[in-house]
């Protein structure tokens, strides 16, 4: 497996998989790979990481800046994160991740977000953090992992790309 930064001949694989991993999910509304298209347009794609195996696109992620209400910088959401659903649990998504992270920490990044399930992403230093919240997301599936010691508080804003309309 090879993981690499999205090229322009992605976008579409990046699509198909997306649509593929979320397809028949219960806490989907399937239009994740409408916001990763919005992220793009935007220019919020911060880290933009593909799976590849055997030449063929098999996992995707993505990192986009959030804005915290306290004024805190360099904070970055996760998602989506996207493994085609036969190629599922073989750590693709967890090396995806895992790189991701680690780029971040790079870059100097204060802190990372996620909504998602905390079994899956507490395995990757994810944790509940009351200091930081989401408006209408449930505090256990909302995830911090600080990675500076500058901390941040207060409710935490996605891009726009996430909550654009379903009619697309």
Not at 16 to 43: C, M, N, W, Y
Not at 103 to 122: I, S
Not at 136 to 163: I, K, R, T
Request: hydrophobic share 40%.
């Amino acid at each position: 497996m090879i993981i690499r930064p999205e090229g322009p001949a992605d976008v579409a694989a990046i699509r198909d998989v997306t649509i593929a991993a979320f397809k028949d999910h219960p806490h989907s509304d399937q239009t994740e790979h409408l916001i990763i298209d919005r992220l793009r347009q935007a220019g919020a794609l911060s880290i933009s990481l593909v799976a590849e195996v055997d030449g063929d696109v098999v996992g995707y992620i993505a990192f986009s800046p959030v804005a915290l209400s306290d004024g805190s910088e360099s904070w970055f959401g996760l998602g989506p994160v996207s493994i085609l659903p036969e190629c599922q649990g073989q750590g693709i998504g967890g090396a995806l991740i895992r790189q991701g992270l680690s780029m971040l920490r790079d870059q100097g990044a204060a802190g990372c977000v996620v909504m998602g399930e905390p079994d899956f992403y507490r395995k990757f230093g994810f944790r509940n953090d009351p200091q930081l919240a989401l408006k209408d997301c449930a505090p256990q599936y909302f995830l911090v992992q600080p990675l500076s010691s500058h901390g941040g508080s207060g409710m935490v804003s996605y891009n726009a790309a996430f909550y654009a309309g379903v009619d697309e």
